[in-house]
């Protein structure tokens, strides 16, 4: 569990790397890396979602 854990918290600060960029510079990193909404990208948009998801879990963790 603890790798995964590890896995998630990766994929949402990478998310948020980009949502950085896309904030500050109008450029999205993964669009320029696998293409404009190429089902990779959408496969990468999907599974960093899944990560925040996942990563609502860790709230029941801060009162511990």
Excluded: C, H, P, Q
């Amino acid at each position: 569990m603890k790798i995964i854990n590890g896995i998630a918290l990766t994929l949402v600060i990478i998310g948020a790397i980009n949502w950085l960029l896309v904030g500050l510079f109008e450029f999205n990193l993964v669009d320029a890396i696998f293409g404009s909404l190429s089902i990779l990208t959408r496969i990468i948009y999907i599974i960093v979602g899944i990560a925040g998801l996942w990563s609502i879990a860790f709230y029941s963790k801060l009162s511990d």
